[in-house]
């Protein structure tokens, strides 16, 4: 493993202009890292991956390298790229459990956290680092959000988030699991509690319904609710999987691992818009692809699909009169989530596009004063570096607006 990583940072140009530090979201100094990792100073770039991205041993390990880092890499114009994304999950793995935590002097300021996913990790740990003192409130008895309820075990390990929630109790953040925000307890009441700005990460957990005939049915599910618990579920041999998207993706792989004999994918065009290795992954376990197939309905058969008609480009242009029943035990669909509204609709000034998704300014402050959100709740579902990135803002937007209020 290591020689294999030291093999891989030797093979770094250390480009002046890194083509693949700018495709990363988050602007990792690729080249600088590599270069620590030659001179044998693992924890001096552990520590700049962490300052720079506090979730990098996350993302190194479920980030889209092929499109962003590794994509840009010029060894990949003939050759094969660095594949950066296994040194930074070396460096990254070794140095969160050996991180020291600095003493901090707190400055006498509560900040709230509403989730914990990416996003809400993020801002908890920049704003501990600054002197505030964070509460989490998380709905669920864990924290990671997305990463502990919608990724896949064999795609990101729990443990991981394990070491991220010791990591965050020495810095002396409180989580407050199983509390729900917009429930017994909202917004206006942190603020009355003396905190002195909230956050807002609670991601996209309200599965998008197609709105067709069949949704209901007991054979019927959706995504972001089967990985919750896959083990909860008895989907038959069969399985129609609507979507192809990455979270349809982790899907048909979880349902291959629960038992499923056979998944297949459809969609009603020729696009995929998963990552190109996640759907290698996915053929590679034995899953089905079906191109041109938009739902119509579903029945206690499986689903009944309108066949497309494309034009030369590839464009869905029409549908074919026949309805083509597929028979499956079992359909989940997977055509992306949106916010839950308990905290809009419990919140006076808190507005949201026509997606649901929370309207920020550029500093990702809400419409409401003093209320900050980041990541999936903002965007719609997207990769976690982007959640880091977006929240990395929110943080120092926040500062900024705790530092104005004090001096004011």
């Known amino acids: 493993m290591k020689l294999h990583i030291i093999d891989e940072a030797e093979r770094c140009l250390k480009c002046k202009k890194p083509l693949c530090q700018q495709g990363c979201p988050i602007h990792t100094p690729i080249p600088q890292i590599t270069q620590l990792l030659l001179e044998n ?9 962490f300052a720079n991205n506090p979730m990098s041993a996350v993302c190194s390990t479920v980030c889209n390298h092929e499109n962003q880092c590794e994509g840009h890499c010029v060894l990949g114009r003939k050759s094969s790229p660095i594949h950066f ?14 991180m020291e935590v600095p003493k901090i002097e707190k400055n006498g300021k509560k900040v709230a956290v509403i989730g914990s996913g990416p996003a809400g990790i993020t801002v908890a740990i920049k704003l501990a680092l600054a002197g505030y003192k964070v509460t989490i ?42 509390t729900v925000i917009g429930s017994a307890i909202v917004i206006d009441n942190l603020f009355r509690d003396g905190y002195s700005s909230v956050f807002v990460g609670t991601g996209v957990w309200r599965p998008k319904a197609i709105g067709i005939k069949g949704e209901s049915l007991g054979n019927v599910y959706f995504g972001i609710d089967y990985l919750r618990r896959p083990e909860a579920h008895q989907l038959g041999e069969k399985v129609a999987v609507i979507g192809m998207g990455n979270v349809a993706m982790d899907v048909a792989r979880t349902a291959l691992r629960h038992g499923a004999k056979e998944v297949t994918l459809y969609a009603r065009g020729k696009r995929i818009s998963a990552s190109s290795h996640e759907v290698s992954y996915t053929k590679l376990e034995g899953a089905d692809f079906v191109f041109g197939k938009a739902i119509e309905s ?5 689903p009944m699909f309108k066949t497309s008609i494309f ?53 990702c402050m809400t419409t409401h004063e003093g209320v900050f959100a980041a990541g999936d709740v903002v965007q719609g579902a997207n990769m976690v570096v982007h959640a880091v990135e977006e929240a990395k803002r929110a943080a120092e937007g926040m500062i900024r607006y705790m530092e104005r209020e004090e001096n004011e």
């Open 41 to 49: 100073r693992l924890m001096e770039a552990g520590e700049i991956l």
């Open 85 to 98: 994304s296994s040194i930074e999950n070396f460096i990254s793995d070794s140095y969160l459990d050996r």
């Open 137 to 178: 409130f998380e709905e669920r008895s864990k924290i990671g959000g997305m990463l502990q309820y919608g990724i896949p075990e064999f795609r990101l390990s729990k443990s991981v988030i394990d070491r991220y929630k010791k990591k965050m109790e020495e810095l002396g953040i409180r989580i407050r699991p199983n």
């Open 298 to 302: 579903i029945n206690e058969a499986g």
């Open 311 to 363: 034009d030369e480009n590839n464009k869905v242009i029409g549908y074919e009169e026949k309805l083509d029943q597929v028979e499956a035990d079992s359909v989940i669909i997977c055509v992306s989530q949106a916010p839950k509204n308990k905290l809009v609709l419990t919140t006076d000034q808190l507005k949201t596009t026509e997606k649901g998704l929370l309207l920020t300014d550029e500093n």
